[in-house]
């Protein structure tokens, strides 16, 4: 029986059967999954015959142990088989594009998987939560449908599993299991916490803050399926609302006091039964170091160890090295490096410092970090010299010469330059005058969208508009197979380009290229 349910973690190719469902009308969906799911969950041990199953009289439909045994190998067969095609379900759905700036449907019952969370729902609903493949299939069957749900970003179909969920939980007690084992059992936790990032991934932080706030057991205490990871994911969310470009306007301001705010009930109140970890405490010191209060970011990041005996990682030293950095202190940032990151052997480090001390113009203590990695036997890697080449050419204080050496170093390393690497050799080379350079080195690679923008700005400054076109069209055609950019990405840099055409007095052109953005890459052009 354990060899037969190994085998359903394999999930077949989606067949033309279940191809046809999928554009067949929804009555018809609900049949087909339908008959998919309704099936019988086996004992325990299925290779026991419970003694219900027996009749003790000698009546013409006794079945003989052999017929039992077969009779219910064809039905864990038949189930087996009516996962898979569940599975093959999901796996199409997980096929599908999720829509730019969209959360499919509003209306729940207008989403795709709604009729797979029907379907689950019933399974939930049918079969004895006493019986242990009920948990197995279960968990396997959510496990599947929340990562489906998250790939697609289905908001609504999110929001009616999650209730669902909590619900069945609620209902424990009058099943005959606590719903700490249930919830154990069907591993909620971290399911919870998935469903409760897409609907707070799509705005709806109130909705995260709600399910913490709410979610109690009898006693008044965090629910059992309350986990530490989704009060990081609702102050991510939180955070993540900040206006990086205005880093401390009042908006910000307010908006880490309301983190603070769910923070501090998580740390202070008697109700809540987990504690932060590293990421959470790193999630709301980044939200400090966005706003520039590096006093208040040191203070958490030193709170971690000394009141809560959490060692800090990379991930909470990184962002306080980046904020220390954006805010033009890098040298803050380097003495925070050697005080807390002794000993430790990580690239991210040293490219963040890189790139702050060329910005400001150090360029040989950024050279002198590079050094350090190599006695340190560290490789760098193609983003530590990336930071560097970044650095050089914003401070402009620099021959093509250093850009020539510093190509030389990472052919000796044996490094791959990337996109990133050709689309600031481009942008040097044109900062020298050499256009028509940066244009050959463009043409020899074609992976930087970002370098051809370049050269894009610079034909039009020189008067050479219908080459800048040429390359716009090129870019506009192949933004996402070739460049690897959403249409999020490609507006922006045709927004910044129409702008130039505007200033340059080439008005047809930039009015031919606005409907080209109106009506490929957004509805509306609102930034100009």
């Known amino acids: 029986m354990k060899q037969l349910f190994k085998k359903c973690g394999n999930i077949k190719l989606i067949s033309s059967t279940h191809f046809k469902l999928f554009n067949s009308s929804r009555s018809t969906s609900k049949q087909c999954f339908s008959t998919c799911i309704s099936f019988r969950i086996p004992n325990d041990d299925s290779s026991q015959i419970e003694t219900s199953d027996i009749t003790s009289n000698t009546d013409s439909n006794k079945l003989s142990t052999r017929e039992l045994h077969l009779q219910i190998k064809k039905e864990n067969e038949a189930m087996l088989k009516k996962k898979e095609e569940i599975m093959s379900t999901l796996e199409f759905y997980k096929s599908m594009t999720r829509k730019e700036g969209s959360t499919l449907a509003s209306d729940k019952q207008k989403s795709p998987l709604f009729e797979v969370y029907r379907e689950v729902k019933l399974f939930l609903s049918n079969h004895e939560i006493n019986r242990k493949h009920y948990f197995v299939l279960a968990s396997t069957l959510l496990n599947n449908l929340i990562e489906t749900i998250s790939h697609l970003g289905d908001v609504e179909t999110s929001r009616t599993l999650l209730q669902l969920l909590l619900i069945r939980v609620d209902g424990c007690p009058k099943l005959g299991i606590s719903p700490e084992v249930f919830v154990r059992k069907l591993k909620l936790g971290p399911k919870c916490t998935k469903l409760v990032k897409v609907i707070v991934d799509s705005g709806d932080i109130q909705a995260g803050i709600k399910f913490l706030q709410s979610s109690k057991n009898e006693k008044g205490f965090t629910a059992p399926y309350v986990e530490t990871p ?287 953005l109106v009506s490929q890459f957004t509805s509306g052009v609102n930034a100009l």
């Open 230 to 516: 989704a009060f990081t994911v609702v102050l991510n969310g939180i955070i993540k609302q900040q206006k990086l470009h205005k880093p401390q306007c009042e908006e910000n301001v307010n908006i880490m006091k309301r983190a603070m705010q769910l923070f501090n009930w998580m740390i202070e109140s008697d109700e809540v039964l987990v504690s932060p970890d590293e990421f959470t405490f790193a999630t709301i010191i980044k939200g400090y170091c966005n706003i520039r209060d590096m006093g208040m970011a040191l203070d958490l990041y030193n709170q971690m160890s000394t009141e809560y005996g959490i060692k800090p990682g990379a991930t909470s030293k990184k962002t306080m090295i980046d904020g220390f950095i954006r805010e033009g202190n890098v040298d803050k940032a380097y003495e925070f490096f050697l005080e807390n990151c002794k000993g430790e052997r990580y690239d991210d480090y040293y490219c963040a410092l890189i790139t702050g001390f060329t910005q400001e113009n150090q360029l040989d203590k950024a050279y002198n970090l590079l050094g350090e990695m190599k006695q340190k036997d560290m490789k760098p890697s193609i983003e530590a010299y990336n930071a560097f080449l970044l650095g050089i050419v914003r401070s402009k204080m620099y021959d093509q010469s250093d850009v020539t050496q510093i190509l030389k170093h990472i052919e000796s390393l044996n490094l791959t330059p990337n996109s990133k690497t050709h689309g600031l050799v481009i942008k040097s080379l044109i900062q020298h005058g050499k256009l028509d350079e940066a244009m050959e080195y463009y043409f020899q690679f074609r992976d930087s969208i970002y370098g051809a923008k370049f050269i894009i700005v610079s034909l039009i400054k020189t008067g050479r508009v219908d080459e800048a076109e040429a390359l716009l069209t090129e870019i506009c055609e192949n933004y996402s197979a070739k460049y690897g950019i959403d249409k999020t990405g490609m507006r922006s840099i045709l927004e910044n380009i129409i702008s130039l055409l505007i200033k340059t007095q080439n008005i047809k052109k930039a009015t031919k290229w606005k409907k080209i």
